[in-house]
């Protein structure tokens, strides 16, 4: 029997652009390992190693964590996950990261959601919470049943700093100066697979299909075979 080769795919996408719902879905289809640098930077600072602690400290400062530590933290992780299908997340970021991985992972595709700046705008700036429950409300998809306040406990809603217009607006600056050149870095090795539109349901099929010719669709063959 032929064992197909592994895939090590990359997921990239500006703030908002749907990459949290997109991951969750090629793994629960694929059955692939996903390994955020969001994700990882967190468990650390939670368990206060020495990477987390000198990572907190750049970001407590407002400034961007450095390649080689964030290249350190994750290719550590990638060296554990080399038996696995991998998707991974939020690195690399910048050229420099993106050579660095070179170097000990070869990389097969890169997966860009091109979704307008405007729409991602939209989309994040109409998100409401209540903060005492978490409670999410967004004013196009699932309002209010009156503006401002929590359904439940009639309680003010409030915008995250994260969600404002003027914030979204830098996040979304931030993310083109950073990663325009790590695209056109993948594009010119014929990496790069970009998949664009305005909604996110509208945009997965299309990356389905795609995965389906590199790996099989595990959700089926637990269907066929129920415990």
């Known amino acids: 029997m032929v064992v197909p080769p ?7 996408g500006p703030p908002g652009s749907g990459k949290g719902t997109i ?9 692939v390992k996903h390994l955020s640098s969001g994700d ?6 939670q368990k206060k190693t020495d990477v987390g602690i000198l990572a907190k400290s750049y970001i407590d400062q407002g400034q961007l964590i450095p390649d080689d530590i964030m290249t350190q933290l994750m290719l550590n992780e990638i060296k554990g996950l080399d038996r696995y299908n991998l998707l991974l997340d939020g690195f690399p970021r910048t050229v420099a990261q993106a050579e660095a991985l070179d170097k000990e992972c070869h990389i097969d595709t890169v997966i860009d959601l091109d979704v307008p700046f405007e729409t991602i705008k939209c989309r994040l700036t109409a998100r409401w919470i209540h903060p005492a429950s978490g409670r999410v409300y967004n004013l196009e ?14 309680e003010p809603l409030v915008q995250r700093d994260d ?10 600056q931030a993310y083109d100066a950073q990663t325009k050149p790590v695209l056109e870095y993948y594009r010119k090795k014929g990496l ?5 539109g ?16 590199k790996l099989p669709d595990i959700s089926k063959k637990d269907a066929a075979n129920p415990r």
């Open 6 to 12: 592994l895939l090590r795919a990359v997921i990239m």
């Open 141 to 154: 998809f699932s309002p209010p049943k009156v503006q401002g306040i929590d359904d439940i406990t009639g």
């Open 23 to 31: 991951s969750a879905r090629i793994i629960k289809h694929f059955g």
């Open 163 to 172: 969600d404002k217009p003027e914030t979204v607006s830098k996040r979304l």
């Open 192 to 196: 790069l697979k970009s998949f664009s």
């Open 40 to 45: 990882l930077l967190r468990d650390n600072m």
């Open 198 to 213: 305005t909604e996110t349901n509208k945009i997965w099929p299309h990356i389905y299909a795609f995965l389906q010719t």
